[in-house]
C-alpha cells in the first residue's frame, strides 16, 4: 500500500535553503515518477518539479527553475527537493506525490503525501 511521507519543511529567512524529503514504502517505488507540488494560503495547489522513475528527466516550474533541484535515490525509495535562494512566495505546504506518467498535472497523480509546511521570511 502507498505511503508517502514528506520531512524537512520549516522556517527559513529569504534567500535561504532547506531540503525536502519524500520517503515512500512501497516496492514499485522505482517504477513511478514522483512529483513536488504547492499550496499556498488561498491558492490552488500548483505544480513545482517532476522526475522520472528512473531520475534522467525532470521539469520544473517556471517559478523555481535554477532555483530548486529534485533528484531521488532508489536504493532508499527517497526524493528530494533541494531549494536554494528562497523567497516569501515560496511559503506553502509541499506535497509530493506518485504518477505512472511524466505530467505536471494535479489529476494524473496517484498517491499523495499529507505535506510539510514550509514558511520563508522576509
Known amino acids: 500500500q502507498w505511503q508517502l511521507a514528506e520531512s524537512g519543511g520549516g522556517l527559513a529567512q529569504a534567500g535561504a535553503s532547506l531540503r525536502l524529503s519524500c520517503a515512500a514504502s512501497?516496492?514499485?517505488?522505482?517504477?513511478?515518477?514522483i512529483g513536488w507540488f504547492r499550496e499556498a494560503p488561498g491558492k490552488e495547489r500548483e505544480f513545482v518539479a517532476v522526475?522520472?522513475?528512473?531520475?534522467?528527466?525532470?521539469a520544473y516550474a517556471d517559478s523555481v527553475k535554477g532555483r530548486f533541484t529534485i533528484s531521488r535515490a532508489n536504493d532508499r525509495s527517497t526524493v528530494y527537493l533541494q531549494m536554494n535562494a528562497l523567497k516569501p512566495d515560496d511559503t506553502a505546504v509541499y506535497y509530493c506525490a506518485a504518477a505512472q506518467s511524466f505530467r505536471y498535472s494535479i489529476a494524473d497523480y496517484d498517491y499523495w503525501g499529507q505535506g510539510t509546511q514550509v514558511t520563508v521570511s522576509s
Open positions: 512501497e516496492r514499485t517505488f522505482n517504477s513511478y515518477n
Open positions: 522526475i522520472s522513475s528512473s531520475g534522467g528527466s525532470t
